[in-house]
């Protein structure tokens, strides 16, 4: 095993003063992205390169996409913890996609499920289009109230 093969699969630990202050999800997140295998890595890098690729030819023809932000209204923190739990899959649907590209996007509400839950829309735009983004959102926001809205206690 090469000097370098053998650094890339040592398990790092933690940075112990701020471990304490992450909560479950995300120091589960940290520990298996540092448990990853390089070869994991170089091949996630690869398809992500390929992913960027392809929304770029999107945004060729179109200056922003605009999606949900969740599938359903805003779940409540102990909700999404548990949906971390058993379906991390089904609440970062949507928002993983500017995430995995590294493309900027914008969130904004846009009204409440019948139980007062917010329910948000996503403006994604292309690299380097924030300026465009928040002109966007705020034109939105001229036309509507919602960010003036707020939910029911839960």
């Not at 779940?75 to 500017?98: H, K, N, Q, Y």
């Not at 904004?108 to 996503?122: E, H, M, N």
């Not at 403006?123 to 034109?139: D, F, Q």
Request: positive net charge; aromatic residues 6%.
């Amino acid at each position: 095993m090469s000097p370098k093969h053998a650094i890339s699969q040592q398990k790092l630990p933690l940075p112990s003063p701020q471990a304490a202050n992450y909560g479950p999800w995300l120091r589960k997140a940290i520990e298996r992205g540092l448990a990853a295998k390089s070869t994991s890595l170089a091949k996630g890098l690869t398809e992500r390169g390929r992913f960027r690729s392809q929304l770029s030819r999107l945004f060729a023809d179109v200056d922003a996409i605009l999606m949900p932000v969740v599938r359903q209204g805003t779940p409540t923190s102990t909700e999404a913890d548990g949906m971390i739990e058993r379906d991390v899959e089904g609440l970062m649907r949507f928002t993983a996609i500017a995430n995995a590209a590294g493309d900027p996007a914008v969130t904004l509400p846009c009204g409440f499920t019948s139980d007062q839950r917010p329910v948000g829309f996503q403006l994604i735009g292309p690299h380097c289009s924030e300026a465009t983004l928040l002109k966007l959102g705020y034109a939105y926001q001229q036309a509507t109230n919602w960010h003036t809205r707020h939910p029911k206690q839960h």
